[in-house]
């Protein structure tokens, strides 16, 4: 997770911290229906915030033509034996 999941995980929170609360007083209170419905609504912004592959991992696999999978996760830095990419230091894979 880099410093730009990090800041959209938290400005989620922070917008169903509020939403969640509500949905506690409400389950405490004389609404036992609306609390769940608050809180399932305020888990679903979270764990949707968390779960979702990241814009730019679904843009790259549809630019490689879908050889890579759309949930951000890194390969090996291998070049699969045909020695035909390189990985430069900055941990960019280019073409030569």
């Known amino acids: 997770m880099n410093v730009l999941d990090t ?9 169903a911290a509020p939403i969640g609360l509500l949905g506690a007083e409400f389950l405490v209170g004389d609404r036992p229906l609306a609390g769940i419905g608050f809180l399932a609504v305020a888990a679903a912004l979270v764990a949707g915030g968390y779960f979702r592959p990241g814009i730019g991992s ?3 696999a549809l630019l490689a033509g879908g050889d890579e999978s759309a949930d951000g ?6 070049d699969g034996g045909n020695g035909s990419e390189s990985e ?3 941990g960019e894979t280019y073409t030569r």
């Open 7 to 15: 800041l959209t995980l938290f400005g989620t929170v922070a917008l």
């Open 58 to 60: 679904v843009v790259g």
């Open 88 to 90: 430069s230091g900055d």
């Open 73 to 78: 996760g890194e390969d090996d830095g291998g």
